[in-house]
């Protein structure tokens, strides 16, 4: 792999070849393909090759966890996949339109690219991959929106794909993502069957993904109260947990720990997520460390920046939440608009095609009785014939 990216790095290959390389390794290794790409001179390739090196560039980005803050490559992207499908990545594209609209927080756009690449890919073996990530981003999408019933159906579906395929990573991820929606969801019993089942297959994972399963049983045996198994399961997987994750377990163990009356260790998680570049449960760590219990541990002076800090902070999820709220309603009311006119639409088209059935038949029956009286016909007429050739001869 190392040579691979050496000759690309090198420009020893032509561009379409160099570029379908490239391809190759972006699922393994994204940071390389994009210094790959970087390598190479986009103004020095043809239009069709410049399109790909474009779609390239934001799939890597994509595989990297590099959020997506323009749809500006990504629609010229797809404005040129459209006219050219013989190329083979019109659906893909559609998949990382949404992708984009997903980072940038347009989930009504991103569904709709969501489904327009599920139009347009050949369910076949070949495109099964694909086929999954987006049944599976279209259920996290849908998450997003709350629409959880719905949610759980695409999960559920890009489950059963993903057994079928022995495919233990993705399978291990989705599971999580589905117990954490039942723990959410309240319904305790079902949350404890399918994380078990995620920590059980994680085990021959990454460390870090057996440590999110245990953090996600943990805060299910918190929302049932049960503080002591809260506290075996969220033991030691901060230290094992990758960077994306962190804040999520240090906001359990902040909560486990504070519920147990381990204040110390409650402190230093919740000052761990006020210090941390990441924005993730902020608003869980201020609020928990400015609490009667855990505001023994700061000076006065940090306590008054703290509290700074913490209006500053709900000042600006309230005009964001405001925003996101209409946004999501409107994407709620769009994406049941949409799916009641997609239901309308199958509908039409299965009577369609049962009443071109019917059509169909009559045609047929009505096919078989003129012929059936033409030969009936022809039968009488060559006996007229006959008797007629019969009378002549007397």
């Not at 570029?19 to 190759?24: C, E, G, S, T």
């Not at 059963?160 to 990573?169: I, Y």
């Not at 399978?171 to 079902?190: A, E, F, P, W």
């Not at 500053?312 to 925003?323: I, R």
Request: with cysteine; net charge negative; glycine share 4%.
């Amino acid at each position: 792999m190392l040579i691979t990216i050496a000759w690309l790095l090198a420009g020893c290959w032509h561009a379409p070849g160099r570029l379908a390389d490239i391809n190759a390794i972006i699922d393994e290794e994204p940071l390389a393909a994009l210094d790959s790409l970087a390598a190479i001179d986009r103004t020095t390739l043809g239009e069709a090759d410049r399109n790909y090196y474009d779609f390239l560039s934001v799939k890597a980005a994509d595989k990297a966890y590099v959020v997506h803050t323009t749809d500006t490559v990504i629609l010229r992207v797809i404005d040129y996949a459209a006219g050219h499908r013989g190329h083979g990545y019109y659906p893909e594209a559609l998949y990382y339109g949404g992708r984009v609209y997903s980072d940038m927080g347009d989930y009504p756009t991103a569904l709709t690219y969501f489904h327009q690449a599920l139009d347009e890919l050949p369910d076949d073996d070949a495109n099964r991959k694909l086929r999954g990530n987006i049944i599976s981003q279209t259920g996290r999408l849908l998450i997003n929106l709350r629409l959880y019933d719905q949610a759980v159906t695409y999960l559920d579906k890009v489950i059963e794909m993903e057994r079928q395929d022995n495919d233990t990573a993705n399978l291990v991820l989705d599971l999580q993502l589905l117990g954490h929606l039942y723990i959410n969801s309240g319904k305790y019993d079902i949350a404890q069957k399918t994380i078990t089942e995620s920590l059980q297959l994680g085990r021959n994972l990454k460390p870090s993904h057996a440590a999110k399963s245990r953090m996600y049983l943990a805060d299910l045996k918190y929302n049932q109260g049960d503080i002591d198994s809260a506290l075996y399961y969220i033991r030691g997987t901060k230290e094992l947990v990758d960077s994306i994750t962190l804040n999520s377990v240090l906001a359990s163990c902040a909560m486990i720990y504070l519920k147990a009356d381990m204040l110390d260790s409650a402190y230093i998680c919740a000052k761990q997520i006020i210090e941390s570049e990441d924005p993730t449960h902020k608003e869980l760590a201020y609020n928990m460390i400015l609490t009667r219990k855990l505001r023994k541990f700061i000076d006065s002076d940090t306590v008054d920046k703290y509290i700074y800090d913490y209006v500053s902070l709900l000042e600006g999820y309230y005009d964001s939440n405001q925003n996101t709220l209409a946004v999501t309603q409107q994407a709620m009311y769009n994406y049941k608009q949409h799916d009641e006119a997609r239901a309308k639409a199958e509908k039409r088209e299965r009577e369609t095609r049962y009443w071109l059935a019917v059509v169909a038949a009559i045609l047929l029956v009505s096919i078989i009785i003129i012929l059936l009286l033409k030969y009936r016909n022809q039968k009488n007429l060559i006996r007229l014939h006959i008797a007629l050739e019969t009378i002549d001869g007397i």
